[in-house]
């Protein structure tokens, strides 16, 4: 009778200890937001190969280990950036993401910060080995992502510029790197950017009061909500000129004339959803605009396998 109630607790204990690394493991992804870096190293090497890598063949590119190199300290930058912001948004996320942060309380928040450090270093370490210019990038780049989650996410609107900008730092490295400078990429960087603006934008309204709680000044919970989506609408206005600019004056073709034309369309939609504001509204509309993205991205790889083949 012993022997069984041993055998029992001991196969309860596996199960318990298998569920509690398990979860361990899952909040650690959710902390540093890996799956957020996977969509970006897809982006980047997307971008890089079939707009900024305007003479290399494939072969010498997939043989280019300075190139992979960067991506490698790019991802791993990110990382160490959403574990850093996690840290420093850590209560206001109880509120605003239960289910997340219940995940994440298997690790104790000393063991983030300690991943932050190891990842931080070893993106510095390559970066180092690459070259002093790229070390001097990588500086940079990890001291404004620890500079924005300390400081700048609680300024108003330096804090959606920032967070945008951050986002896009690595591509424009790449730019510099390739020395791929014109109008055509200008103006995609420009649309972009007000994309991204106008998702952070519509997502701080659904964080309003947290926001304000918390000491965090942004756009939503410094104006009033007609103000505010008054701001939207006009960034999407914007961001449909650009498009249009992209379209009639560039002499962009293939997939990506098709990815901007249909954008036209997005936006009004995004437009009728703000301006007839809801939750399940403000909802769709980063849901929309963050597919709008992923589809760019995808647009951008059957554009350059067009152009290529």
Request: proline share 1%.
């Amino acid at each position: 009778m012993n022997s069984e109630k041993e055998n029992f607790q001991e196969k309860n204990y596996i199960k318990k200890s298998l569920y509690y690394r398990f979860s361990q493991f899952v909040g650690f992804l959710l902390g540093a937001r890996f799956f957020v870096a996977a969509l970006l190293t897809f982006a980047l090497y997307v971008s890089t190969f079939f707009l900024f890598n305007q003479d290399e063949s494939f072969r010498k590119f997939v043989f280019d280990f300075k190139v992979h190199g960067i991506i490698f300290c790019t991802v791993l930058t990110i990382l160490a950036g959403g574990i850093i912001n996690q840290f420093y948004d850590f209560e206001k996320d109880h509120v605003v993401k239960p289910f997340r942060t219940r995940i994440q309380s298997f690790i104790k928040q000393k063991y983030f910060l300690y991943a932050y450090l190891f990842l931080s270093l070893i993106s510095l370490s390559v970066a180092w080995m690459i070259s002093h210019k790229v070390f001097a990038f990588f500086i940079v780049y990890q001291f404004f992502m620890w500079f924005y989650s300390h400081k700048l996410s609680r300024i108003l609107i330096l804090n959606n510029l920032t967070f945008v900008s951050l986002t896009l730092y690595p591509f424009f490295g790449m730019m510099v790197y390739y020395e791929t400078f014109s109008k055509k990429i200008l103006l995609m960087a420009i649309f972009l950017f007000l994309i991204l603006l106008c998702i952070d934008i519509v997502k701080d309204t659904l964080t309003k009061s947290v926001d304000k709680a918390f000491g965090y000044t942004t756009i939503p919970n410094y104006f009033n909500a007609k103000t505010t989506n008054g701001i939207i609408v006009s960034l999407m206005i914007v961001t449909m000129a650009v498009s249009m600019k992209l379209i009639l004056r560039t002499g962009i073709a293939g997939f990506m004339a098709y990815y901007f034309a249909g954008g036209l369309f997005v936006f009004i939609l995004c437009i009728y959803f703000i301006i007839n504001h809801s939750r399940k509204n403000k909802f769709l509309t980063i849901n929309i605009l963050r597919l709008w993205v992923f589809l760019g991205i995808i647009s951008m790889l059957l554009s350059g396998l067009e152009g290529k083949l």
